[in-house]
């Protein structure tokens, strides 16, 4: 089974162009977000008795993007990803009252029993970012947005109960509320884990 890098943070954080960057350095089976492309995004965003169809539908997807990444002979490198998806978007949506309890427990399910046949990633690159930073990036996106920069503190706070989970020697935190449109400083810190015995034990948590 091939391993597996996920890109997480905050809508705005910045995973997109971090993940198109590191593209451009390796040879990396890449598996990118996305909104307009899928079925129920845009319904959505227009009347929320979709939520559950777009969840489940984002849900599904993932699943299958990790399992043809684990596939790859190559590095796994996912967009966001399953867990990020349930963890951060799915307990968002739950916790604004657009997904209702059962919904929520029905999108849970799912998650815990995939995991239970997919294992998580080998390594998971939190993004951080200010509040500034974010509201800019959300501003000049031109994409369908459903969760908003007012939705980040508890966003974060919901992914945040998650990393904990995660053995630090699985985790990489980056600070790129001042980081270069081309992502320099974050690129070095990832590939030198990448270069060095691909995310042994000495995996530890940094700043660019």
Known sequence: MGKLIAVVGASGAGKTSLVRALTKTGDFAVAYEQHTERPFQT?????????????????????????????????GLVDGGLDLDFHGFTRLFHSRGLLSDPEFDLCRRFYELTRQFLPPPDL?????????????????????????????????????????????????????SEES????????????????????????????
């Open 43 to 75: 319904l959505f965003k227009q009347d929320q008795l979709y939520a559950l169809a777009n969840q489940l539908d984002y849900l599904l997807y993932r699943t299958e993007q990790e399992k043809e990444l684990r596939a790859s002979a190559r590095i």
């Open 124 to 176: 998971t690159v939190h993004l951080i970012a200010n509040d500034e930073v974010i509201r800019q990036r959300l501003a000049r996106r031109e994409r369908i947005n459903i969760a908003s920069v007012e939705d980040t503190d508890l966003f974060n706070s919901f992914l945040d109960e998650w990393l904990r989970t995660i053995p630090r020697t699985n985790l990489l935190r980056l600070d790129v």
């Open 181 to 208: 449109p081309g992502y320099e400083k974050s690129l070095q810190v990832i590939l030198a884990l990448v270069d060095h015995q691909y995310l042994s034990n000495d995996v530890s948590n940094g700043k660019p």
